[in-house]
């Protein structure tokens, strides 16, 4: 497909837009210490024409910054945001327009929201200290999160509230969310000459038995059902020669806790008898968001009314730093707008909607978070 494409210029974005193709445009990838380091720079350096408290920081190498308009670790709201991407191809961190969307690496997972919040600091600026809420911003969600807003809430940061747009999809507000296990399967073998393979012991052929085996664990036919995605493989060293080491990483999600519980059991046994190493690299709980609770419901009345249609609530495949938050009692919000994409090579994000959320969340925030 051929696209008309637009470079959208920075003399006819709006603040909003422009804050979203400034952000796109660091390469927030995890390796990129420096890239990170220089978009944690540009949003203090936004926030800091405002009257409000930042504080920064590191927790094993990756940066964090949290701003609160209160001196205080437990503001009534927390907006959260990460800012570290999945990699893509160098012309995905320029922002383009095509008709109605805004395209680019990080657009819509998501960095749109981070946007959202610096604009919405910049908007009430003058009064500011009237209202109780803070940012957390954090740069290792696509890494599981435990040195981002799972190493901040031990710190003693917390709200009545979490805001969260990395879920939720077209206004779906997302009231439950697969469970997630990240593993490294590692096969042992023994080196020889590719052409007496008989001397040696590959590698590779004893993961593909084994994955094999683990595939049929996971049917693929019912989308709502747990998934099992091999996302990674690395094996051999040279194409004449009989592998020694293979490792392979999968991406299994469950959509329950019990269902974990028993694919886990199964996985690892598999394993076991393949004579194979298991490393855990992430696990993430299931999430569950209890619709009916009264800031949960404030926050759907409000969106419905800026938006004038009503929110719908359902089931998400993907998963986000949200279970830190739900494991520690704080109800949060997963909701974004219309777009699609992410992690792909065409990640969008719906101009209209983004700013229709925008509205959303300024109103929100208006609403619920004055100080008297």
Known sequence: MIYDVVVMKTDNASDLIQKLQDLVAFQTVEAAQTEQAECFDYIANELAASKINIRRGYSNELPWLVATTQNTKQPKIILQAHLDVVPGA?????MIKVDDKLIGRGVYDMKFAAACYLQLVTDLRDGLG????GIMFTSDEEIGGENGVGYLLDEGYGAEICILP??????????ECNGVWLVEIIAAGKTAH????WEGENAIM?????????QRVFPMDDHDKSTLTVSRIKGGEAMNQVPAVAKVTLDMRFT??????????EVETIIRSAGLELETIARVDNVRVNVEQPTVAEFMRIAESVR?????????YGSSDAHYFTAKGIPTILIRPDGGGAHSDHEWINKDSFQ???RVLKSYVQETAKTS
Not at 256 to 261: G, L
Request: overall charge negative; proline content about 6%.
């Open 356 to 358: 229709e959320f925008y």
């Open 206 to 214: 004893k993961l593909i038995s084994c994955l094999n085996d683990i």
């Open 90 to 94: 160098p012309e995905m961190y320029d």
């Open 130 to 133: 009237n209202y109780n809420f």
């Open 256 to 265: 329950d806790e019990a269902a974990y519980s028993s694919k886990r059991i």
């Open 308 to 316: 004038g249609k009503p929110i719908d609530c359902g089931r998400s």
């Open 166 to 175: 990395d879920g939720g999809d077209n206004w779906t507000l997302e009231s």
């Open 194 to 197: 590719g052409s007496r393979p």
